[in-house]
T-cell receptor, first 114, second 108 residues
């Protein structure tokens, strides 16, 4: 049981390049999320998927697209990377602790856009 | 008013000290509450849930005050390994809102 996995761990892009961040979970969770974390800003939600086949915008969706490929996988795509997208990206899925939903995070992708 | 507010710290304490963090939240209809721990350059990990009656997990005690809309975390007998950032998290219909975290530094 690997939990939530993310690839790649590190990436350097040039402005204008595109890339896809991959996320997979093996906990049979329905909901999955993409966050970015910047110094002094905390975690900000980019997109989420409440179930297979559905996606919704979060707080900071501009410049990103997502695909919920199946129940396990949720990818994040940067079509034309910008320096403002330099950040640490975390994928998460929702499970239940007691009677409450909470989130389990992947190890993160550290992205630098030059 | 920010949804979840925390003192960013850092809180510098010696080993063995007791330290407490508070967190306030703005949505009075929030349903569940958590403390997460985040080590430097790592992902956030669930530390403990926070229940209305208060709850303990070893050296850690969490309390919730719904009337005043705040959550607290008490760490007793601090260890060097407790050095991390502690995130307060509030759940409203499966939408989690994270505070920016409070940094704790425990020194020998």
């Amino acid at each position: 049981n690997a939990g939530v996995t993310q690839t790649p761990k590190f990436q350097v892009l040039k402005t204008g390049q595109s890339m896809t961040l991959q996320c997979a979970q093996d906990m049979n969770h329905n909901s999955m999320y993409w966050y970015r974390q910047d110094p002094g800003m905390g975690l900000r939600l980019i997109y989420y998927s409440a179930s297979e086949g559905t996606t919704d915008k979060g707080e900071v969706p501009n410049g990103y697209n997502v695909s919920r490929l199946n129940k396990r996988e949720f990818s994040l795509r940067l079509e034309s990377a910008a320096p403002s997208q330099t950040s640490v990206y975390f994928c998460a899925s929702t499970g239940t602790v007691g009677a409450a939903d909470t989130q389990y995070f992947g190890p993160g992708t550290r992205l630098t856009v030059l | 008013r920010k949804e979840v507010e925390q003192d960013p710290g850092p809180f510098n304490v010696p080993e063995g000290a007791t330290v407490a963090f508070n967190c306030t939240y703005s949505n009075s209809a929030s349903q569940s509450f958590f403390w997460y721990r985040q080590d430097c350059r790592k992902e956030p990990k669930l530390l403990m849930s926070v229940y209305s009656s208060g709850n303990e997990d070893g050296r850690f005690t969490a309390q919730l005050n719904r009337a005043s809309q705040y959550i607290s975390l008490l760490i007793r007998d601090s260890k060097l390994s407790d050095s991390a950032t502690y995130l307060c998290v509030v759940n409203f219909y499966s939408t989690l809102t994270f505070g920016k975290g409070t940094m704790l530094l425990v020194s020998p």
